[in-house]
């Protein structure tokens, strides 16, 4: 729910009001799960987790370097 409303924040409120915005926390994690394979090509990784007692869902994204930089001569 955290995440959502930060995407959200940061898209304004004309996307985030519009047909196409994710409309529960649910949807987001399903997007996320079908975009994992094609965010991780470009550097991207996704992780699903629970945490806690109450067993809060978490999602961790990270970056990874996908091509190593080469090094100053």
């Given at each position: 729910?955290?995440?959502q409303?930060?995407?959200?924040e940061?898209?304004?409120?004309?996307v985030?009001k519009?047909?196409?915005?994710?409309?529960?926390?649910?949807?987001?994690?399903?997007?996320l799960?079908?975009?994992a394979?094609f965010?991780r090509?470009i550097?991207?990784?996704i992780?699903?987790d629970r945490?806690g007692?109450?067993r809060?869902?978490?999602?961790?994204?990270?970056t990874?370097?996908?091509?190593?930089?080469p090094e100053?001569a």
């Amino acid at each position: 729910l955290e995440l959502q409303g930060a995407l959200g924040e940061m898209a304004g409120d004309r996307v985030a009001k519009s047909k196409t915005w994710l409309d529960s926390p649910r949807a987001l994690a399903g997007r996320l799960r079908r975009a994992a394979t094609f965010l991780r090509k470009i550097g991207i990784e996704i992780g699903f987790d629970r945490e806690g007692r109450a067993r809060t869902r978490v999602i961790h994204i990270t970056t990874t370097p996908s091509h190593p930089a080469p090094e100053p001569a």
